[in-house]
């Protein structure tokens, strides 16, 4: 009799093991991902999830034009600073900060907030720390998942055939 229990019980423990091990395997809708480089000594850092195309029209379509975007998937997008520095001349403090974007054709608006931790879709403008308008466009090239990079010179952010940069010093 306790063999048949302990050969229930391990068999049962088993099969949950493989389940959770399974749901782990599985490849995450948009996962997390981390941009990170040096621009004039202030240590920068992107904190996002990165959704794919999956063959879906972006900009204008899943994302409307003209209206604030998480810039991401789940949890806001986190920018961390080290050290005090000027986006498109803006001054912006060292510190954390939720990014939102204003997707527009020719020209984006990027948004530096101060409240940060809250899930993607929660925005306050009244929290707003600097907005910048920065030039924006299609590339030739298909980028899948969403991206950011941090450059020498900025952090640039790519989707589809999208992409824009704010200049930092």
């Known amino acids: 009799m306790k063999n048949s229990y302990l050969k229930k019980a391990g068999i049962s423990s088993l099969l949950v093991f493989t389940v959770i091990f399974m ?5 995450k809708p948009s996962p997390p991902m981390t ?3 040096s621009i004039n000594g202030a240590d920068i850092t992107v904190n996002y999830s990165s959704p794919a195309v999956k063959g879906r029209t972006i900009f204008g379509d899943l994302i409307p034009l003209g209206k604030v975007w998480r810039a991401g998937a789940n949890e ?3 920018f961390a600073t080290s050290k005090d520095i000027k986006v498109e001349g ?3 403090p060292a510190g ?3 990014i939102f974007v204003i997707p527009g054709e020719s020209m984006s608006t990027f948004i530096f907030n101060k409240q940060t ?3 993607g879709t929660q925005y306050d403008e009244s929290q707003d720390a600097i907005r910048v308008a920065v030039p924006s466009g299609q590339t030739s090239t298909l ?3 969403l991206t950011y990079d941090v450059l020498s010179d900025g952090l640039e952010l790519k ?3 999208g992409r824009a940069k704010v200049k930092i010093e």
């Open 143 to 145: 980028t899948e998942r």
């Open 35 to 37: 941009a990170e480089g």
């Open 90 to 92: 803006k001054s912006l």
């Open 76 to 78: 806001a997008t986190i």
């Open 117 to 119: 931790g809250q899930w």
């Open 23 to 27: 749901s782990y395997c599985q490849e």
């Open 159 to 161: 989707w589809e055939y």
């Open 96 to 98: 954390k900060y939720s």
